[in-house]
């Protein structure tokens, strides 16, 4: 399903699990193609099968135990994993047409997930020092529940954000998730709150609005 906000990006929603390497090479070709101002921004929300993917500061000793496909991400950060259950918006826009600052543009993105999750009754926030999107899990530690990592080629941007839905959390005992192993990865499901993925969509998309004025400049209502 796609359709378009008043800003002319299309909005992509993929209810079916898109493999990891696909994904990469459409989402390639679309920042290519938005560069040479051949295609429409993208929002794209979707899911993948299990995958582990390394960013290009990716430490072999925090791969610890290979048990899905590893693939080299190109986006900043270190190592990831994808799966069902968790939701990724991969995010291709022209910040040429906005203000090119990529700083803005994280917490932008960082605000986007953080305020959706406010909206759906999960208090959740950054963390100095720590990438992420972390919130209280049922231990009363922090545990994060979303991941950010981006590159930005030419001023168009790629990847993205993932939020946990409800992932099998074991498969992230493989890796030392993004290079941070004092805390542990939680999930809505986990937290009492289960989310269909076309519930998540609905209310991220609401924020949409809201992303974009934040990229702008003005007055936003992101955190």
């Not at 101002?37 to 993917?53: I, Q, S």
């Not at 950054?126 to 530690?141: F, H, L, N, V, Y």
């Not at 998309?205 to 702008?216: G, I, T």
Request: proline share 5%.
């Amino acid at each position: 399903m796609s359709a378009a906000s008043p800003e002319t990006v299309e909005i992509r929603r993929s209810l079916n699990r898109i493999p990891y390497r696909e994904a990469l090479a459409t989402m390639e070709a679309r920042n290519e193609a938005i560069g040479r101002g051949e295609a429409k921004e993208l929002v794209w929300l979707l899911e993948h099968p299990p995958v582990y993917t390394a960013g290009t500061s990716a430490v072999a000793g925090e791969l610890l135990d290979p048990r899905f496909e590893v693939v080299e991400a190109g986006r900043g950060g270190r190592y990831t994993y994808h799966g069902p259950g968790q939701r990724i918006g991969y995010v291709m826009l022209d910040l040429r047409k906005r203000e090119r600052d990529v700083r803005r543009f994280v917490q932008a993105l960082e605000g986007w997930v953080i305020a959706t999750l406010g909206d759906i009754g999960v208090s959740a926030w950054r963390a100095e020092g720590r990438i992420g999107i972390w919130t209280q899990d049922i231990d009363g530690r922090e545990a994060k529940i979303g991941a950010i990592g981006v590159r930005v080629r030419r001023w168009v941007t790629m990847h993205g954000f993932s939020v946990n839905l409800d992932p099998d959390l074991a498969h992230f005992t493989g890796i030392v998730p993004c290079g941070i192993e004092e805390f542990g990865v939680t999930s809505l499901a986990r937290l009492g709150k289960p989310l269909a993925p076309e519930s998540w969509d609905e209310a991220l998309l609401a924020r949409l609005d809201d992303f974009l004025a934040a990229l702008n400049g003005k007055m936003s209502a992101l955190p």
